[in-house]
DNA sequence: GCGAAGTATTTTAGGCTTGAAGTAATTCGT
DNA sequence: ACGAATTACTTCAAGCCTAAAATACTTCGC
């Protein structure tokens, strides 16, 4: 009763256990992420990618420029412009062109920015605990080590 | 040497580690999708929400409602309305009104839209075995066993 | 039968994202 | 010093996505 006479594809079952995996990587990953944006807008008015960016100005030293911002969040220079643009309009950043280079221009929290920043990190941090919360302490270690492989090993084709 | 003394924040280790962990889990899966929308772009000029809808209407029995799409891909119902709308344009699916109930259209792949989509998804099971290659059956099986826990425990919350 | 409630879909306004083309400033080679 | 190449950023067109309001049709209660 060998079957594989019947199904001559050259797709093995592993590839297709594979492609499970990665969509069921793809769906679990979207849902958090909707979860988290949908409570970021009910509670404090933001998106994710605003927040995104918040959260590199918060941990970087000093101000960045666009191009160092694009290639933190790995997007593109236009969205950065798009993003500084709207939350600038919120007060939340400020935005200066620099004196020695004047193409280029840096970006830095206000305080407002930095105030409000720090509130959504608190509840952001809290409900991403809230829900992986389901996992032990080992399963989450196991699942962040086999991530790092996964991204590891599509690192080594793209 | 305690320095929770100096650190009296509410957030635990363990938080911060779990946010670690989502963030890890949220590039890796938007680094494989921007991988593929790439390769599905470059190869077929086909985006990856469209091929999604074309594999749910591929794997479906008959003919799909706009609303049942909308559930499957687990997307709004406008959002479907403009997907269709371009593969439409395209010739790739076939938009009916129903009979019975003229609310309602139903959706299925043109004979082109079919042929198309089984030669996309020989590449794209393929594409997927690469990115995931560098890791081996058991870490493939356990990082979905893993990822199964986190989707149920993502569902209690939401 | 007919009005109210419900259902399926579309439309709209706004935001995110990309790739490609365009602008402006700097640097490099000679 | 000066034209060419490079760099930093912006603009544009197109597509994806959502929430909320609007439209069109069906069903339910009486």
């Known amino acids: 009763m060998d079957q594989r006479v019947e199904q001559p594809s050259v797709a093995s ?14 769906a679990t990953s979207n849902l958090v992420a909707a979860e988290l944006a949908r409570r970021l807008r009910a509670e404090f008015a933001m998106t994710l990618p605003r927040f995104d960016l918040m959260a ?3 941990k970087s030293d000093g101000p960045l420029t ?4 694009s290639r933190r969040l790995m997007v593109t220079n236009g969205n950065v412009t798009g993003l500084v643009e709207r939350l600038v309009d919120d007060g939340l950043v400020d935005r200066k062109v620099r004196a020695n280079d004047r193409r280029s221009a840096t970006v830095s929290l206000t305080e407002a920015g930095e105030m409000l920043f720090e509130r959504m990190a608190d509840d952001h941090r809290a409900w991403v605990a809230e829900l992986f919360g389901g996992l032990d302490e080992t399963d989450r270690a196991e699942l962040s080590a086999l991530l790092r492989s996964a991204r590891n090993s599509v690192g080594e084709s793209v």
């Open 56 to 58: 590199q100005l918060h």
């Open 66 to 69: 666009l191009g160092e911002l």
């Open 13 to 26: 079952d592993a590839d297709a256990d594979t492609l499970r995996l990665w969509l069921r990587l793809f």
